[in-house]
T-cell receptor, first 116, second 112 residues
Framework: DAGVIQSPRHEVTEMGQEVTLRCKPI?????LFWYRQTMMRGLELLIY????????DSGMPEDRFSAKMPNASFSTLKIQPSEPRDSAVYFC??????????????FGPGTRLTVL | RKEVEQDPGPFNVPEGATVAFNCTYS??????FFWYRQDCRKEPKLLMS???SGNEDGRFTAQLNRASQYISLLIRDSKLSDSATYLC?????????????FGAGTRLAVHP
């Protein structure tokens, strides 16, 4: 079975440019999460979607960040304009149930973003 | 103070050694507990859940002490392939859903 798919795997861009990260969750999963990982702050939740609806976006750093989930099989995280401090690994994860105490989140391979 | 705190590491141990990682969490509303493993430049993957009664999976043993808000992971007979970062994770109900809170991770390096 295919796992969570993310693209691109690596992105190098210049400050001020728009960056779009893409995620395809595991088929049948109804929960999708975007995380950011840095050495300084570890793994942080940015936004959580359930059934394509954003439920918790309190972790989105600022208005430069936006996320969408137009359908059950696709989500995007956009940064506009990008800044060097946005450099990090961005992970997408999906899980199958919202209310279970034993939800397992399956992570994609991540997108390593470098903003120069 | 972070909600989930772990030993900073790194732990450098020889093959065959037994190594223990500790983790504390500050929110008593936390309901479920996990250890995730993250290999270098890879994504986190669930290693095992942690139950109050303690649980074992091969060479790995996890323990939870709710009264002390303390979680541990014991690895026996370490293998080179155990080298990775181990993330302590708690789950609590927040904002209408089960949210995972990740510790910063403890790096393990097993050498020949």
């Amino acid at each position: 079975d295919a796992g969570v798919i993310q693209s691109p795997r690596h992105e190098v861009t210049e400050m001020g440019q728009e960056v779009t990260l893409r995620c395809k969750p595991i088929s049948g999963h109804n929960s999708l999460f975007w995380y950011r990982q840095t050495m300084m702050r570890g793994l942080e939740l940015l936004i959580y979607f359930n059934n394509n609806v954003p439920i918790d976006d309190s972790g989105m750093p600022e208005d430069r960040f936006s996320a969408k989930m137009p359908n059950a099989s696709f989500s995007t995280l956009k940064i506009q304009p990008s800044e060097p401090r946005d450099s990090a690994v961005y992970f997408c994860a999906s899980s199958s149930r919202r209310d279970s105490f034993t939800d397992t989140q399956y992570f994609g391979p991540g997108t390593r973003l470098t903003v120069l | 103070r972070k909600e989930v705190e772990q030993d900073p590491g790194p732990f450098n141990v020889p093959e065959g050694a037994t190594v223990a990682f500790n983790c504390t969490y500050s929110n008593s509303a936390s309901q479920s507990f996990f250890w995730y493993r993250q290999d270098c430049r890879k994504e986190p993957k669930l290693l095992m859940s942690v139950y109050s009664s303690g649980n074992e999976d091969g060479r790995f043993t996890a323990q939870l002490n709710r009264a002390s808000q303390y979680i541990s992971l014991l690895i026996r007979d370490s293998k080179l392939s155990d080298s990775a970062t181990y993330l302590c994770v708690v789950m609590r109900f927040s904002g209408g859903y089960n949210k995972l809170i990740f510790g910063a991770g403890t790096r393990l390096a097993v050498h020949p």
